[in-house]
């Protein structure tokens, strides 16, 4: 076998991995989308128009980002919208019975983050499919979130809190900001830790990866753990931005996540994709829905063309994939 | 090169003839300028390495690929086979490994499937007359089964059977099977040597890709040698001796007898397991393997060899016992016996030992991530030096270490799963089945790895069906029967006859 002659196999044709490429291809998408837009509409290109973009695609990022690693590993968490609905009645309880701001991002965090144990808990040590365990979740935290708030609205926090979601600091919103920080986060943490090449190898093939020492299960609880988090730290910027909590307020959220999380190239079957991918899917989904609204389309068709941008998306992922394999 | 044609040739012009195929993919030439004929009523043996071409060259005889450049005769006439329905047309069926039944379907909807004799009702099956089909198909291959019986209820030679009657009711004339008898016991070897030889009364000519040399001398009329792609020779098998084929395959010679350097004296006891009784089936093993050996675990199929091996790795639950490594007690996951310096080897190495999809360098460093990266913190270009390494250390054929694994052949997934415990540095290696669907040439290059790795102080236990690899390579051997340990084996006792002996049962 080691005498295979040298001219049987060629020298790989690219240099550029697999991920690279998928992702030069989704950033001239976005460009794309951008430069189309601009001749369209003359109110695209505006300052306020761009940042009010990027704070949109901000909020679906951040629960699109841990929802990614979740992905990664072959998963899926469907709870992440119910769970931003749950932690920010209890973070928004939490600061209107203290007045802390603090403790009550605190707990909004803890809240996401205890109900990503959980979840990881229900996939790891009860062995129920992710899809199923994460769904049954969250019609629990709507149920529980419905009971909790029983119709009643929490509004008016303070100032300070609200500068979170609506604030700026040198001319960009603050949640523009935490979006690059957490896009750093965990681009760094899937990239180059230990833990995400662990995680990567999870989602390739879990039962290899078990044979291969990997603890898969306290792997896929820390997954699911941060999943969890990041909704929480979604449900504190929805808060202060809406300066206000109800319990429905979920219920728009996981849908464009996962579509964020598909037009980004993170393949549902595990092992294929980056949290950068996902930001442009944010990025490119909230692009198309600013565009339609700029241009005046009726709000009614937004659902039917995210759906053909994901179909879209994927479809061109498999096909330019299996050309360069 | 000769092309010897078959014993008794009855018609000069060739069933099938494929002429200067060409497959290349990206970064292999798969097949190259291959030339192939095949006469009514004969068996054509397809020998070669994993890696040679015979996969590629039975896609393009199904239309499953196509040919990248060549031509295909069939009886004399130039014909485009460009999908599977035209070589269905042109009577050629193949066999895979994996069979393509559905499970829960009968014998009869699975051997008409598609086709099914339709009801009076438009969208029924008329059921009476499937089953007389069935049974008249079954009947001309001498398979004595109700069609009415569902296949999930079937071993895996039955299921063989049923695959041929469906083959055989679209008038098959050129049968592909390969590696046929890989999961078959002897006695239904024997059934189905009985099977082709009628085929072959019948002008049913077979493609017949083996590895077994004893099954190529006892069908074949004639038998056709691929390496790296090439067609390398026809021959007889009369006209050829067994040495002379593995020369032909491999290109070189290969040292039949594996190297072994025997140790005058083992070392310390390394793995010591006492009286484990697991819920998969296994009880009261005692098993003890020092460093410095290779030990045998054998008996048959299903006697609870894997079974002992994943215990011993923390892969399944455990009931009693204990398993002492290296001085200390281990009780855990894999996770845990892999940061002791526990190896296993799986037996389905595609589904258990890699992630086929990631390249060669991820899965390399895939269980020494910790020992490489102490802070945490990955490195690539760190991954890829080590990945590097053992590409050059283990002579793993692949163009780079970012090449996808799934793209290599088998010999060399293998060591690249070996590889990946090389990199964690472990001390103690479970193989399990290690030379299962590899070449020739590979094998005894894993074995001479294996060598080296005791003779540095390591230890292997090696599980395997192959009774002549266990007798050339270990120390001494355990042989199981029915979950238990029914004997142990010294080196001077080592035959296969004692391995048979101790593994059958005595009902």
């Known amino acids: 076998m080691t005498d295979i002659t040298k001219d049987a196999i060629a020298p790989p044709r690219s240099f550029l991995s697999q991920d690279a490429i998928q992702l030069f291809y989704r950033l001239l998408a976005a460009l794309l989308i951008c430069a189309v837009l601009a001749v369209l509409s003359d109110s695209f290109l505006s300052l306020g128009n761009i940042l009010n973009v990027l704070r949109q695609a901000s909020l679906t990022f951040f629960i699109a980002s841990g929802l990614t690693l979740v992905v990664l590993t072959a998963g899926l968490d469907l709870s992440v919208g119910a769970n931003v609905a749950l932690s920010a009645c209890i973070a928004g309880t939490v600061i209107h019975k203290t007045g802390s701001p603090a403790l009550g991002i605190l707990t909004g965090l803890a809240c996401g983050g205890i109900v990503g144990l959980l979840n990881g808990i229900m996939v790891t040590a009860l062995r129920i499919p992710s899809f199923i365990a994460t769904y049954g979740m969250l019609w629990v935290l709507n149920g529980l979130t419905y009971w909790y708030m029983a119709g009643e609205t929490l509004h008016g926090f303070p100032a300070g809190f609200r500068q979170i979601g609506s604030g700026y600091l040198f001319g960009l919103p603050i949640p523009v900001y935490l979006l690059l920080v957490f896009l750093g986060i965990g681009t760094l943490f899937a990239q180059r830790t230990i833990w995400g090449q662990e995680i990567y190898a999870i989602g390739a093939n879990p039962v290899a990866a078990r044979l291969s020492g990997i603890p898969v299960a306290r792997r896929l609880l820390l997954v699911y753990t941060v999943s969890g988090t990041m909704a929480g730290l979604a449900s504190i910027i929805f808060l202060s931005r809406l300066n206000s909590a109800e319990a429905d307020i979920g219920e728009s959220l996981t849908l464009p996540a996962i579509a964020a999380v598909l037009i980004g190239g993170t393949s549902l079957f595990g092992g294929v994709g980056t949290v950068f991918g996902t930001f442009i899917g944010a990025l490119i989904l909230t692009l198309v829905l600013n565009g339609m609204n700029l241009l005046s389309v009726s709000a009614n068709w937004q659902p039917l063309v995210t759906g053909i941008i994901v179909i879209l998306a994927v479809w061109l992922d498999m096909k330019t994939r299996r050309r360069t394999q | 090169m000769s092309d010897a044609l078959p014993i008794e040739v009855t018609s000069p012009t060739p069933l099938l003839e494929l002429r200067g195929i060409s497959k290349e993919f990206p970064g292999v030439k798969a097949l190259d300028d291959v030339s192939f004929a095949i006469y009514p009523g004969e068996v054509h043996m397809l020998l070669g390495e994993n890696g040679a071409g015979k996969s590629s060259l039975m896609k393009v005889l199904c239309g499953a690929y196509r040919a990248d450049s060549g031509e295909f005769y069939h009886k004399g006439e130039k014909v485009a086979v460009n999908s599977t329905a035209d070589a269905q047309k042109l009577g050629i069926a193949v066999i895979f490994q994996e069979f393509s039944l559905v499970p829960y379907l009968d014998i009869a909807q699975n051997i008409f499937l598609g086709r099914e004799p339709k009801g009076r009702i438009p969208g029924t099956i008329d059921r009476r007359q499937i089953l007389v089909d069935a049974r008249r198909v079954l009947g001309t291959i001498g398979f004595d089964i109700d069609p009415s019986t569902t296949v999930d209820k079937l071993g895996v030679a039955q299921q063989q059977m049923v695959e041929i009657a469906k083959a055989i009711s679209q008038n098959a004339r050129i049968l592909v099977m390969d590696e046929p008898t890989a999961a078959l016991s002897d006695r239904e ?280 690899e266990i007798c050339h390579v270990c120390d001494r051997a355990y042989v199981m029967r029915e979950g238990r340990i029914a004997g142990h084996l010294t080196r001077n006792e080592l035959t296969e006859e004692n391995i048979v002996r101790l593994g059958m049962h005595h009902a």
């Open chain 2, 189 to 468: 070897t024997e059934l189905l040597f009985a099977l082709i030889a009628r085929l072959k009364a019948d002008g049913v000519s077979i493609v017949y890709i083996s590895h077994r040399m004893a099954e190529v001398f006892a069908l074949g009329d004639r038998i056709t040698v691929l390496r790296d792609g090439r067609r390398i020779d026809g021959v007889r098998p009369a006209d050829v001796t067994p040495d002379q084929l593995v020369r032909m395959m491999v290109g070189r010679n290969v040292d039949m007898t594996y190297p072994r350097h025997f140790a005058a004296k083992p070392g310390e006891v390394l793995l010591e397991v006492k009286g484990l009784t697991a819920p998969t089936g296994i009880s009261d093993i005692n098993i003890e393997v020092r460093r410095g050996e290779i030990v045998g675990l054998c008996g048959l199929v299903g006697s609870g060899r894997s079974e002992v091996a994943r215990a011993i790795f923390g892969a399944d639950p455990v009931t009693s016992g204990e398993i002492v490594f290296d001085g200390k007690t281990i009780s855990g996951e894999p996770d845990l016996a892999t940061r002791r310096g526990i190896a296993l080897i799986p037996e389905s190495r595609k589904s258990e030992g890699l992630a086929l999809l990631r390249s060669v360098s991820d899965n390399l460093v895939v269980s020494a991530l910790r020992k490489l990266f102490p802070s945490g913190l990955f490195d690539q270009r760190r991954a890829q030096r080590t990945s590097d390494g053992l590409i050059r250390q283990l002579r793993i054929a692949t163009p780079s270490a970012r090449q996808t694994v799934g793209l290599l052949s088998g010999g060399n997934q293998q060591k690249v799963v070996i590889g990946k415990w090389l990199a964690a540095g472990s001390k103690l290696f479970i193989f399990d089945e290690p030379t299962r669907g590899i070449d020739i040439g590979a094998k005894s290059e894993i074995f001479a790895l294996i060598d080296r790795l005791v003779a540095e102080g390591a230890a292997a236990l090696m599980i395997s069906s192959e009774q002549v």
